[in-house]
T-cell receptor, first 113, second 114 residues
């Protein structure tokens, strides 16, 4: 079946450090891949997405590349800020399933000044 | 100002009572979704609707009911049959953009059953 696995958190970094949050997936066909961010007490915000192999999604300094050969969609940022502290969710939308999303369990990021 | 609204933000109910959570969108999206989030976990799909007057069960539909009488509205009722209703509930709507389905989320309702 379809599933998403993220690295466990919490991840604690100092400001300006490099961030990687790993995400791997299992799916048939050609799913679309997403990263969402959730700030405390709020809903999810779309951070970036990629729809086919080798696509790179990017937004607000975050990037992720759709790697079909390794079934991965790792999130990266070159220099994190305190304001990036949040929970990050990787998700996939399987082919032809009404736009349903399958989520990973989320990775909490804490950035210290 | 387009978006998805959920009300109320916080909701308290006594055990055994049904409660209805509101979700409204003015984005003209056809599809809408309800998810449940428990602490430290990802989101799980409860129900979804791709068009008015039609909806499908998600992965954890037991103890919940929905209706879709208008395109803009997709209320969720948490019934007394739901064994553990205390959770954060998120509503989303979906747009198809250049062949890709993308969901956008509301701010959520935190339900606490006492």
């Amino acid at each position: 079946g379809n599933s998403v696995t993220q690295m466990e958190g919490p991840v604690t970094l100092s400001e300006e450090a490099f961030l990687t949050i790993n995400c791997t997936y299992t799916a048939t066909g050609y799913p679309s891949l997403f990263w969402y961010v959730q700030y405390p007490g709020e809903g999810l915000q779309l951070l970036l997405k990629a729809t086919k192999a080798d696509d790179k999604g990017s937004n607000k300094g975050f990037e992720a590349t759709y790697r079909k050969e390794t079934t991965s969609f790792h999130l990266e940022k070159g220099s994190v800020q305190v304001s990036d502290s949040a929970v990050y969710f990787c998700a996939l939308a399987p082919d032809n399933q009404g736009g349903k999303l399958i989520f990973g369990q989320g990775t909490e990021l804490s950035v210290k000044p | 100002d387009g978006g998805i609204t959920q009300s109320p933000k916080y909701l308290f109910r006594k055990e055994g009572q049904n409660v209805t959570l509101s979700c409204e969108q003015n984005l003209n999206h056809d599809a809408m979704y309800w998810y449940r989030q428990d602490p430290g976990q990802g989101l799980r799909l409860i129900y979804y609707s791709q068009i008015v007057n039609d909806f499908q069960k998600g992965d954890i539909a037991e103890g919940y009911s929905v209706s879709r009488e208008k395109k803009e509205s997709f209320p969720l009722t948490v019934t007394s049959a739901q064994k553990n209703p205390t959770a954060f509930y998120l509503c989303a709507s979906r747009i198809r953009d250049r062949g890709t389905d993308t969901q956008y989320f509301g701010p959520g309702t935190r339900l606490t059953v006492l």
